[in-house]
């Protein structure tokens, strides 16, 4: 036996906001933190209706999936750079049977160089992502049973790990020039420690942002709306 193999990748299966959803060593073992950013991502939509949904990094598909659970949004996306991971989500979505495009690609980079994503302009679209920010390399504040994890959904970057979210950032404005949405806004989970870098970066695009905090009062959760 593997020592500090993590039991959820033994038996097959996590229990994540009310349900049961598949994993295995291609997807990173949902955090019970994420569920606040679903519950906040779902009182989003209860108060604006967004037309189009997209996750990035989705993973396991957890955070698409339980949204859905409890709201129906016209059309969802849900994208990963690893063709394996999409594999796990999709069996997830077998279970659940909503309608979602899964998309093997690197962030938003599809739909701004694709035609084949249809969205439609001038809608309300949110964006949810839970991307991997902790710094390359960084075991030593990590529990051991991660390294048994994708190091592709953990590792953000070589400086500071929050890269691929200024990656993401820098995309966005071409994504409004392709789609001219009505209106557009990013929840995303980051680390507890990046909420300054974060506002420094986030400051230069001039997009008005908040932060809120998990259950046990911990911020890091980014609230961006970008229009
Ligand atoms: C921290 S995991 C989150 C998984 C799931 N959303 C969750 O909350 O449990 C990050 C996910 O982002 C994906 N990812 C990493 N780099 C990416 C990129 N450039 N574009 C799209 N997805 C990426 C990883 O494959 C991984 O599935």
């Known amino acids: 036996m593997k020592t500090n193999y993590p039991e959820e990748y033994d038996r097959g299966w996590v229990e994540f906001y009310y349900q049961h959803f598949q994993v295995n060593e291609h997807v990173l073992i949902p955090r019970f933190e994420t569920e606040d950013l679903v519950r906040e991502a779902i009182k989003f939509c209860r108060a604006t209706s967004p037309d189009v949904l997209i996750d990035i990094g989705t993973g396991s598909g957890i955070i698409p999936l339980s949204i859905l659970s409890a709201i129906d949004i016209p059309k969802v996306f849900a994208v990963d750079v690893s063709s394996e991971a999409l594999k796990v989500a999709e069996e997830n979505n077998r279970n659940q049977g909503k309608v979602i495009t899964f998309l093997e690609a690197d962030l938003l980079e599809t739909f701004i160089k694709n035609d084949a994503q249809k969205i439609p302009e001038n809608v309300n679209i949110l964006i949810v992502a839970n991307l991997p920010y902790i710094k390359n390399g960084d075991w030593e504040n990590m529990s051991r049973d991660t390294e048994y994890e994708p190091k592709i959904a953990l590792f953000g970057g070589e400086e500071t790990g929050f890269e691929l979210y200024e990656k993401l950032f820098a995309q966005i404005p071409a994504f409004l020039e392709k789609y001219h949405p009505e209106k557009l806004t ?42």
């Open 186 to 227: 990013l929840l995303a989970e980051m680390g507890d420690d990046q909420e300054t870098f974060a506002t420094k970066i986030l400051a230069e695009y001039g997009w008005k942002f908040s932060f809120f905090a998990d259950c046990f009062g911990i911020r890091r959760f980014m609230k961006i709306r970008i229009k």
